[in-house]
């Protein structure tokens, strides 16, 4: 078994990548298999943040007609609730797991403070932040980038149902390419619907590199934080 190349990763998981097939809700097959993962990379002594997505259950931009930021808070929501079963898929393996939310609510989870994250990781134990950041009109890849910052995260592994980025969009284009590594102006300049351009600026401006990869293999999350060359990396030039 290779060493991690790695001691402190961001996952980015997005709510999608929770629901499977079904393209909505949470799979219980999927996130037993996800957490498994985390399990075995957790017990070669990486210490692991996690990002979840909501998209599987809400998304703030189908509130068509609603007030933006109403919608926005339920997307959140719809990440504590991701945040919560994988917590729970993750201490049926004997991991142990703390959920951190933006927006408090203390009877469910801990309010985000960024040393008690850090202590908790340095613990061993999994960190995972939901609500975003705790405000409207920013995405959960934008929390991602800077929670990465906050906690001095070497990297961000974004997992999709792709394995990785694209020229063009392969379930449309049959002929799209894949690009192994991308410089962060690239991706800003290409329009490249990796992260949204909030997230790329900030993990440009903090020289946070981010590994793209699909979650549609097994032990993806392995393979990449030995080093694997899978996916996409985008970097400084």
Request: glycine share 10%.
């Amino acid at each position: 078994m290779a060493a991690p190349i790695y001691n402190r990763i961001v996952l980015k998981l997005s709510g999608e990548a929770l629901a499977g097939d079904k393209g909505y809700g949470i799979s219980n097959e999927i996130i037993n298999e996800i957490a498994g993962e985390i399990k075995e990379i957790n017990e070669m002594g990486l210490q692991i943040a996690i990002v979840v997505g909501g998209g599987n259950i809400w998304r703030g931009r189908s509130g068509i007609g609603m007030d933006r930021a109403t919608a926005d808070y339920m997307g959140m929501l719809a990440t504590v609730i991701n945040g919560l079963a994988l917590q729970d898929a993750l201490e049926k393996k004997n991991v142990q797991t703390r959920v951190q939310t933006a927006v408090e609510m203390r009877q469910i989870a801990e309010p985000y403070i960024r040393r008690r994250a850090i202590r908790h990781l340095e613990k061993g134990r999994v960190v995972i932040f939901a609500s975003g950041i705790g405000n409207p009109y920013f995405s959960t890849d934008t929390t991602a980038a800077l929670r990465a910052a906050e906690i001095e995260a070497e990297v961000i592994l974004l997992a999709k149902n792709v394995d990785g980025v694209y020229d063009d969009d392969p379930n449309i284009n049959s002929n799209a390419k894949k690009i192994k590594q991308l410089s962060y102006i690239e991706v800003l300049n290409r329009g490249l619907g990796v992260m949204d351009s909030t997230a790329i600026s900030l993990c440009m401006d903090n020289k946070i590199p981010i590994v793209v990869f699909g979650l549609n293999q097994p032990n993806n999350i392995k393979k990449v934080i030995e080093g694997q060359q899978i996916g996409t990396i985008i970097k400084e030039e």
